[in-house]
């Protein structure tokens, strides 16, 4: 299983931005796909995550401004940030999670400036 995250950049503050991620095999296999994001000097946290029944969850930092969705036709996960703050910045992840094993993608860059 690959995944390629992609979409990150560098934004002024109050800009969006959205991260896609391409999965190699049918995202449905996965219980879950989930966005982590890993700021300098932090611990890689999760960011949002939505479930094969489509269920979604996100951290309370991005709830209301961070929305979660796919399309399952192209095997794509996408995550749209809106009002993005400079404590977004941060090297953002996909990953998918199976059964017994979770699988991830390189990361992308989101800086956003004030």
């Known amino acids: 299983v690959q995944l390629q995250a992609s979409g990150g950049g560098l934004v002024q503050a109050g800009g969006s931005l959205r991260l896609s991620c391409a999965v190699s095999g049918s995202i449905f296999t996965f219980n879950a796909m989930v966005w982590y994001r890993q700021a300098p000097g932090k611990q890689r946290g999760l960011v949002a995550s939505i479930t094969s029944d489509g269920s979604t969850n996100y951290a309370d930092s991005v709830k209301g401004r961070f929305t979660i969705s796919r399309d399952s036709a192209k095997n794509m996960v996408y995550l749209q940030m809106n009002s993005l703050k400079p404590e977004d910045t941060a090297v953002y992840y996909c990953?998918?999670?199976?059964?017994?094993?979770?699988?991830w993608g390189q990361g992308t860059q989101v800086t956003v400036s004030s």
């Open positions: 990953a998918a999670h199976g059964a017994l094993h979770n699988y």
